[in-house]
């Protein structure tokens, strides 16, 4: 049965309660740092820039008081995808590659420009996955849900109303822990029955193949607790958002986010690691 603790390698969507400095900037500083972190690890086309967010992430996370290790559990659960991407990367032809072939079995052509996009992709997923869990750690679900609304709150003028995508936004960071923890109950529920789960028996497939049953229950029990939300929602008011005589209501909130001393540098700073990070792209690149 320890093998199938799903929510203990689950660390997107997990908060950690801190009063580190980190813990305790505004919203909106902690969405800079996120935003300037994805972007730079998305668009750096190297190795080392886009490598460069995952140590920020773990600089700024020894900061906060988390350990390496909670980030990189949650990498654990992605492999399978990761190595079916890689396996897809070798199987289809990329036009104008003509790099040498490292290994060639029947369809299969793994080349150099291949592997190189597969380091490349298991890079960047793993900066995404530390920079993304490092923000749900040290952010409340209702500092995430309050921080878009006070990052986007410029474009209220366009027509576009904040507090619902914000409220979107943290509906679904809050949903994976959850999914996470309804996957293991059921698993385990079936485990007591006779399933075949966490043994380590058999190959990929085999085990691949183990877990098929699960998405059924999980998907209908994942369905129920959203209808059960929107019913909730609807209940205190959330559907009731009609204009009256032309001005949207809003709602009114009790929680603000003074900034903190030095914060503004923090904020700075951020814009600093995403120049650092496309700079060393760019010398990376050129080496």
């Known amino acids: 049965m320890r093998g199938i ?50 140590f920020f992430a773990i600089a700024i996370g020894a900061l906060s008081g988390i350990k390496p290790s909670f980030f990189l559990r949650g990498m654990k659960a992605l492999l399978p995808l990761l190595a079916l991407t890689a ?29 190189r996009l597969v380091v490349l992709t298991l890079i960047r ?8 869990s490092l923000f749900t750690a040290v952010t409340s679900e209702a500092e995430s849900v309050h921080g878009i609304e006070d990052f986007l ?11 619902r995508f914000a409220l979107a936004v943290g509906v679904a960071l809050r ?15 079936q485990a007591s029955r006779g399933a075949d789960f966490g043994s380590g028996r058999g190959g990929p497939i085999a085990k691949a193949r183990a877990y098929l049953p699960l998405f059924v229950p999980v998907t209908v029990r994942a369905l129920e607790r959203a209808e059960l939300m929107a019913e909730a929602m609807e209940a205190r008011g959330y559907a009731d ?3 009256a005589k032309g001005v949207a209501r809003r709602r009114s909130r009790l929680a603000s986010y003074p900034k903190q001393r030095g914060e503004t540098f923090a904020s700075l700073a951020a814009f600093a690691a ?14």
Not at 125 to 132: D, E, R, Y
Request: proline share 5%; hydrophobic share 45%.
């Open 274 to 287: 995403c120049a650092a990070s496309f700079g060393l792209d760019y010398i990376a690149q050129r080496l």
């Open 175 to 189: 949903f994976v822990p959850i999914v996470a923890g309804e996957l293991e109950s059921i698993a385990k529920a």
């Open 125 to 132: 997923t793993l900066s995404l996955m530390t920079v993304v």
């Open 87 to 115: 396996c897809l990367q070798c199987l289809f032809a990329w036009p104008g590659d003509k790099s040498a072939v490292l290994v060639s079995l029947g369809p299969f052509s793994a080349t150099a420009f291949k592997a």
């Open 5 to 54: 603790e799903f929510f203990r390698n689950v660390s997107i969507g997990r908060y950690i309660a801190g009063t580190s400095y980190v813990h305790r900037s505004t919203p909106s500083t902690k969405y800079l740092w996120l935003l300037a972190l994805m972007f730079s690890g998305i668009a750096s086309q190297s190795y080392e820039g886009a490598l460069l967010p995952f």
């Open 153 to 163: 709150s410029p474009l209220g003028h366009l027509g576009l109303d904040p507090r």
């Open 241 to 243: 958002e009609a204009q």
